[in-house]
């Protein structure tokens, strides 16, 4: 079983710039959540994608944009790159349970993303 | 407001010395709660997920358990690779979807 993959693994970019980060979902997984962590932080949810819809969204502005493809991989997009947007991208696959009872989302290694 | 608090926020043991990190919620109608371990730069790694009062789960060293305030995460003759940062989280429904909430963590540090 192939775990949550994420690419590029680092990244530096400079203000005003955008970027795009990549992630491949857990085999059998067709729901796939993105977060921001700061450093000392816990994540932050951005948004999460079911079966190529969004479904649900956090306190982030639209510049954060995202995909999702028939495979179930992601893509997270951010436009107008700004300083604090440095950060590892996380992002999670799960697979949604019946009933009251939360999915387990399993994450991917990370993105670092550096901006200048 | 949902709320996770981590307790404490760093941790310092002996190799060998037991103890406990505790993670309390504010969150209503728990859907389950999350246990994650994180090493530095490196996305979180599951560890355990809890449904209801009164379950534990347990893997080598760890065992957590849980309340309907709190869960804790006991750590038995720690070893010097245990050190990472441990998270917790709960769901919280908003509409279809169900977000995360994180605590801070706790960074738990063992030494040899």
């Known amino acids: 079983e192939t775990g949550v993959t994420q690419s590029p693994t680092h990244l530096i970019k400079t203000r005003g710039q955008q970027v795009t980060l990549r992630c491949s979902s857990q085999s059998g997984h067709n729901t796939v959540s993105w977060y921001q962590q700061a450093l000392g932080q816990g994540p932050q949810f951005i948004f999460q994608y079911y079966r190529e819809e969004e479904n649900g969204r956090g306190n982030f502005p639209p510049r954060f944009s995202g995909l999702q493809f028939p495979n179930y991989s992601s893509e997270l997009n951010v436009n107008a790159l700004e300083l604090d947007d440095s950060a590892l991208y996380l992002c999670?696959?799960?697979?949604?349970?019946?009933?009251?009872?939360?999915?387990?989302?399993?994450f991917g290694p990370g993105t670092r993303l550096t901006v200048l | 407001e949902d709320q996770v608090t981590q307790s404490p926020e760093a941790l310092r043991l002996q190799e060998g010395e037991s103890s406990s990190l505790n993670c309390s919620y504010t969150?209503?109608?728990?859907?389950?709660l999350f246990w994650y371990r994180q090493d530095p730069g490196k996305g979180p790694e599951f560890l355990f997920t809890?449904?209801?009062?009164?379950e534990e789960k347990e893997k080598e060293r760890l065992k957590a358990t849980l309340t309907k305030k709190e869960s804790f995460l006991h750590i038995t003759a720690p070893k010097p690779e245990d050190s990472a940062t441990y998270l917790c989280?709960?769901?919280?429904?908003?509409?279809?979807?169900?977000?995360?909430?994180w605590g801070l963590g706790t960074s738990l540090a063992v030494n040899p």
């Open positions: 999670a696959s799960s697979s949604p349970t019946s009933g009251r009872r939360a999915d387990t989302q399993y």
């Open positions: 969150v209503s109608g728990l859907r389950g």
């Open positions: 989280a709960v769901p919280r429904d908003a509409g279809n979807n169900r977000k995360l909430i």
């Open positions: 809890l449904y209801s009062a009164g």
